[in-house]
Structure formats: structure tokens, C-alpha cells
């Protein structure tokens, strides 16, 4: 059966499945149970119904689908094996255990909104227990029930991430509560546009303390206590604007590139126990293009000719984030369409 048959069969749900989830295979349909193991009619009702199905002769591979894009690909696992014929009964859902977070502690800051809310959702999806950390308490609560909504813990935490005190304790209160952190995510920033002759002082030190003071004493700090535990990951978060010209926003611009600088450092310092890369997106449209042209929302100058979606970011975020890059440290890893090829 083809993704377009699938998708007729599809019931639309915000939710998607997870490791955990039961499935059970019929004729004609497949039901998903929760981790709780719910009655098929319970597990419709809490919306775990599941969309599409797509089979062939050995094994069957059950798709969530949202829109018209395949949102989640998992293959059940149990006695549904390659070469295998089919059976009905009950199947565990597993994902490629590359990718798999299960019980992992994820510190994403800036994770109430944009880049950093997906990537906070692709990490409690594949079993973490995730960390949001940003300015506004209400949008990082409202963001940790989601995650709870799919069984994993979730802290909301207000933070200033460009004042050491602040980052402090918020390392403090995230030990206190999973006792350590396993990947760390320097997410938050901020880039106004504007000619450079016309930046202020105060608006400089703004903008080097969210973009790059303070990712150093989160990473730092949180790097020094994986060395002496078990290890662990930190993703930089940086942009396309650290490694080409950007006019009107080079304050932002030299403290990403500040940032790649600390990474390559940060991965020599506290390796092996510790990868440190960096994650740069290109032009995404997250809230930020709320500010941008029309035409700027729907064309790019890279290979791809267009901006990024903001569940774009999620492979790459989730490819530095598990045991898939465990042989790769001091790295950028570009998400933006393909910016400047060759350069």
C-alpha cells in the first residue's frame, strides 16, 4: 500500500508514537495502545488511534502522517522480523536504536518556542526526559506538559541565559531534580537587525552575552560535571550567519562564530568523555520570519530555494544528540538548504 492509500485510512492527531506504544494488527486496521495498555476504545478516546498502514509480503510498517508529509516511520518489532510472514496480535513499536534517547536528561535552552521547541519535541518522542529552559515560565511550562503528555518527566525552568547567576542555578536545579544531564542544548539567542554604526554599547553586550557569554558558562560548567560522571553531549546552537557575510546583524553574526570557535576548543578540552558540536541552522520560519518579506518566507538564495520548516532541524538535532554520531566532536553540521556551495 502506497502513502497515498495510507494516508486515506489516516486519522489526523497532534500526538505521535513513541517508544512504548503497543500496536495491535488486523485485517484491515491497526490499533495503538499507550504504555498503559488501554482498551482499544480508551486508547481511541485519549487519541492514540492510529492513522495509516503500509505492508508489504514480510513486514508491516506503521506511519503517523500529518498533512501531507510522513511525520513518524517506526516497524514493529517481536516476531515481525525481515523474511518473516506477517501476524496479527500485539507488536512493540521500537525505533533505530542510533536514534533512541530512552531516559536520557536533555537541557534545551530556548526550548519554549521555534528550533528549539521541536527539537525539545523530537527528544521526549524518542524517551527523554527534557529540561525547557527560557525567559517566560508560562511558555516553558506549557511546553513541559506536552512532554509529560507523552510519558516522559519534563522541568520548566526561567532562566536568563546571558547571566551567570541565572545559568547557575539553573544547572543546580536541573541536577537537584534528574541528577545529571546527559545532552545540553545552547539554544537561546537573539539577533536584531540593524546598521552596524548605529548599535549601542548596551545592545552589543546584550547581544555577545546571550550568543556567546553565556552558552560558554552553561557548556562549560555542565561539560566539567559529565567528565566527572558518566559523559555526555552539548550542541551549540550557531547560524549561517557565523560562517558568511551578514550585514546589519554582524554583532550576532561574530558571536556565533565566537561560538563554532568554543566548540572545536570545548570538544579538545573535555574530550574524550564529552562531544561538543555545533548545529548551524540556515533561514528557518520560526517567529522570526514573521518579520521577513513575502517573498523571503517563501525563496532562499541556497540550493534547495527555500527557507527551512522548523521540524527541518529535528534529524540533524537528533543525529548530534544520540549514540548515531558517537565518532563525530568538534563538528558543524549545516541545516540550511545548502547556503553557499563550495564555500
Not at 509480503?57 to 501531507?68: K, Y
Not at 521500537?94 to 533512541?100: H, T, V
Request: charged letters at 20%; a negative charge; proline letters at 5%.
Amino acid at each position: 500500500m502506497g502513502v497515498g492509500a495510507a494516508r486515506e485510512r489516516c486519522v489526523q492527531h497532534p500526538r505521535r508514537l513513541v517508544v512504548g506504544h503497543e500496536v495491535a494488527i488486523t485485517d484491515e486496521q491497526a490499533i495503538v495502545f499507550d504504555p498503559g495498555g488501554r482498551r482499544p476504545d480508551e486508547a481511541a478516546a485519549r487519541g492514540w488511534e492510529l492513522g495509516g498502514i503500509e505492508r508489504d509480503a514480510h513486514v508491516v510498517q506503521i506511519s503517523l502522517l500529518r498533512g501531507s508529509s510522513v511525520e513518524t516511520n517506526l516497524r514493529p518489532t517481536s516476531d515481525v522480523r525481515q523474511g518473516a510472514p506477517l501476524t496479527k496480535g500485539f507488536h512493540t513499536m521500537a525505533i533505530d536504536p542510533l536514534f533512541d534517547l530512552t531516559d536520557k536528561v536533555v537541557l534545551v535552552t530556548g526550548g519554549s518556542r521555534g528550533l528549539g521547541y521541536q527539537m525539545v519535541k523530537a527528544f521526549a518522542e524518542r524517551g527523554a526526559d527534557v529540561i525547557i529552559a527560557s525567559r517566560k515560565l508560562d511558555a516553558c511550562e506549557a511546553v513541559a506538559e506536552e512532554v509529560r503528555a507523552l510519558g516522559r518527566r519534563a522541568m520548566a525552568h526561567s532562566v536568563h541565559a546571558a547571566k551567570w547567576d541565572s545559568i547557575d542555578e539553573l544547572i543546580e536545579a536541573s541536577y537537584a531534580e534528574f541528577g545529571r544531564i546527559d545532552v545540553c542544548v545552547c539554544n537561546a539567542g537573539m539577533s536584531p537587525a540593524m546598521p552596524s554604526h548605529e548599535v549601542t554599547e548596551s545592545l552589543f553586550d546584550s547581544v555577545l552575552g546571550l550568543n556567546f557569554k553565556g552558552p560558554f558558562r552553561l557548556a562549560s560548567q555542565v561539560a566539567k560535571r559529565m567528565t566527572d560522571g558518566d559523559g555526555g553531549v552539548i550542541i551549540n546552537v550557531t547560524s549561517s550567519g557565523s560562517l558568511m557575510p551578514l550585514p546589519g546583524v554582524v554583532a550576532y553574526g561574530s558571536a556565533k562564530a565566537a561560538l563554532n570557535a568554543m566548540t572545536r576548543s570545548l570538544a579538545a578540552e573535555y574530550g574524550p568523555k564529552v562531544r561538543v558540536n555545533t548545529l548551524s541552522p540556515g533561514p528557518f520560519l520560526t517567529d522570526i520570519a514573521k518579520a521577513w518579506t513575502p517573498e523571503a518566507r517563501e525563496t532562499s538564495a541556497n540550493a534547495l530555494a527555500r527557507p527551512g520548516n522548523p521540524e527541518e532541524i529535528v534529524t540533524a538535532a537528533l543525529f548530534l544528540a544520540s549514540p548515531a554520531s558517537s565518532f563525530t566532536s568538534g563538528a558543524i553540521v549545516r541545516v540550511d538548504g545548502g547556503l553557499q556551495i563550495g564555500q
